[in-house]
């Protein structure tokens, strides 16, 4: 009998800070025994418990795409104790790895589809990964167009700047970055909030169309108003959540909203969904 | 399934030759309450009331630990030790019927874990290793309400053993095979027919005691949306301390926490019961919490027993009726009105 308790045991391969404030720094983790990577099987949207032993863990989103081998990526803002530990980790140094778990976005339902991604501040992560899989050759085919919706408060809290770059140097994806407050940046893309910028740069709704949106809870609520004032129905509106959650295998009941988990159920609702809850959210 | 006959006085000859096989838990008084003790050959087993903490301690104990580590500094790779603290068979004497039912309902939590494979591991070793040795409750309280959840004050569901009080002896029904090799060590006469119609007639009579009319199961089959929208919520929240008694004393909460202590050069990893009364149960590490009300918190208790969790397990609704937080609720909140009252629709 496995204990799904116990995590993997991985390596730092590298850390890189994604933020000048150095408070969002993303980290390639490695496994130890490298069978290990191999029963660690997961689809874009899902989320990891990173573990420290004597500190605790933490639920994170995978932010490299299952069609990027080797290590993984997981970008993690600072924010408690043990996201303040791990960033007081170096290179080389151990810890722990346990799932993947949750659900993972609904690529079944996404293939043929265009898709419209929204995304805001450091919640970026799982997103990157939807759409590094949905960029590879093998998976671009699947889908019609692609549209991103990327937003922060100023041009440094974006993160994966370089990969941001290759994107938009592409012309199979529609990439719409937009800050609040471009600063002196010479911020030469959108200004403005998210909600504002998916009503300028998004198709209207159709049978043919989804949202995938992982964000702050603001930007999640007006992004989804704003959608629906273009007539996606909220079958069609997916919200990846983040709860507090200690077990992540939908046992030590914190993470529900409604009757559902969000580690287990989750992370990746359709609006439709959680409708019916929402006093939950 | 055999019944057998131990005359009343032989009650402590009969837990020492249980005793005397595996470690044994009976329920006795210290400083005027009931609890589970550990049983040394002089204490005194007390079945006046049920215990306070129920049997759900032995299958989810209030601290568990989960493994140990190491962290040694040459060697950056943490080793894990597993605990193993639980594999040992233990034999519970005097468990309600309605705590044990509890264990079916915690068992859909933690050993279906849902859709994967994964089953916890901890509460699996504690199903494996306990016996549970019932006692049928003749005299329930007026915070009873077992028969309205399916119950019986003389159920058998999920116990290993039944003891019926008939006077001035006991008819010990043996269910399980676990129950056969526990007590193997102790003869007793068979039960006749006599003893055994005494028996039913006895669980007909106080079944007849219980109260009637209760809709605990109704909650279920309402809408979710109109049942976040009472303000019963809010009016009942007005009350509430959000001390948490309620779901430490209930049989069927199951909510932890999972933390993790260190010494030197090591420690381990730990779950502990926590609370959906708790504020902090939620909060999010940017500070946002879901559920920031008291009222909010007392809808996902309620919630959670009597709509999710039917939702989520053919519906059978998480509370047995033992009563304990009716009784124990420093400002009388009463999950029997509050059911009533999340009877909103005039469906059948």
Not at chain 2, 96 to 111: G, I, Y
Request: with cysteine; glycine share 8%.
């Amino acid at each position: 009998m496995t204990n799904p308790y116990i995590s993997y045991p991985v390596r730092i391969t590298e850390i890189v800070n994604e933020t000048p404030d150095k408070q969002t720094r993303s980290f390639k983790l490695r496994f130890i025994d490298p069978e290990d990577r191999t029963r660690f099987r997961f689809t874009a949207g899902q989320f990891a418990q990173l573990s420290i032993a004597g500190q605790g863990e933490m639920p994170i989103g995978i932010a490299s795409s299952p069609s990027e081998e080797g290590d993984l990526l997981f970008t993690v803002h600072r924010v408690g104790r043990v996201t303040s530990f791990l960033h007081a980790m170096r290179v080389g140094d151990c810890i722990g790895l346990r799932g993947p778990y949750g659900n993972g976005f609904p690529w079944e339902i996404m293939a043929g589809k265009t898709i419209v991604v929204v995304g805001g501040g450091f919640a970026f992560t799982t997103l990157r990964a939807a759409i590094q899989q949905m960029l590879t050759p093998e998976m671009r085919s699947q889908f019609d167009d692609i549209y991103v919706v990327y937003g922060c408060r100023s041009p440094d809290g974006l993160l994966y700047k370089t990969q941001l770059r290759d994107w938009q140097k592409r012309g199979d994806i529609s990439l719409h970055l937009t800050v609040d407050d471009p600063g002196s940046s010479g911020w030469r893309d959108h200004v403005g909030l998210v909600p504002q910028i998916v009503r300028k740069v998004a198709p209207s709704g159709s049978d043919n169309t989804i949202a995938v949106m992982c964000g702050p809870q603001a930007m999640i609520k007006f992004s989804v108003l704003a959608l629906r004032e273009m007539r996606y129905p909220p079958e069609q509106i997916y919200l990846s959540l983040e709860n507090r959650m200690k077990c992540g295998i939908g046992v030590c009941g914190r993470c529900n909203i409604g009757k559902d988990f969000v580690c287990k159920d989750g992370p990746v609702f359709t609006l439709a969904q959680l409708v019916h809850s929402r006093g939950d959210l | 399934m055999k019944a057998f006959i131990l005359p009343k006085p032989e009650i402590g000859n009969f837990l020492e030759a249980v005793a005397g096989g595996h470690p044994l838990w009976i329920p006795a008084e210290e400083d005027g309450i009931v609890s589970f003790c550990r049983y040394d050959g002089g204490s005194e087993v007390c079945l006046d009331a049920k215990p306070r903490i129920p049997a759900k301690r032995f299958f989810l104990p209030q601290w568990e630990e989960m493994f140990a580590f190491e962290v040694a500094t040459a060697d950056p790779v943490i080793r894990l030790a597993e605990s193993t603290d639980a594999v040992r068979r233990q034999v519970v004497f005097g468990v309600r019927p309605c705590d044990a039912k509890a264990v079916q309902l915690l068992a859909m939590v933690f050993m279906n874990c849902h859709t994967t494979p994964d089953k916890d591991i901890y509460f699996q070793r504690r199903i494996d290793s306990t016996v549970l040795i019932g006692w049928a409750c003749n005299s329930p309280d007026p915070t009873c309400f077992c028969n309205a959840l399916g119950g019986h004050p003389h159920g058998q569901e999920a116990l290993d053993a039944l003891m019926i009080d008939l006077g001035n002896e006991i008819l010990v029904k043996l269910i399980t095979d676990q129950a056969r090799a526990v007590v193997a060590q102790y003869s007793m006469a068979e039960a006749d027919e006599r003893s055994l119609s005494r028996a039913s007639r006895l669980a007909e009579s106080v079944m007849a005691t219980m109260p009637k009319g209760l809709k605990l199961g109704r909650p279920c089959g309402e809408d979710t949306e109109a049942l976040f929208g009472l303000s019963l919520w809010e009016e009942t929240a007005e009350q509430c301390l959000n001390c948490g008694i309620c779901t430490y004393l209930c049989p069927t909460c199951s909510c932890f926490d999972i933390l993790d202590h260190v010494e030197q050069n090591g420690g381990c990893r730990f779950r502990t019961w926590d609370s959906c009364m708790f504020s902090l149960f939620t909060r999010q590490g940017s500070g946002y919490n879901p559920r920031s009300t008291r009222a909010k918190r007392l809808r996902q208790r309620f919630m959670h027993k009597l709509k999710y969790f039917p939702e989520r397990h053919n519906g059978r609704v998480s509370c047995v009726g033992c009563g304990r937080c009716v009784e124990f609720c420093p400002v009388n909140i009463d999950i029997r009105e509050v059911a009533e009252r999340m009877t909103i629709s005039n469906g059948a």
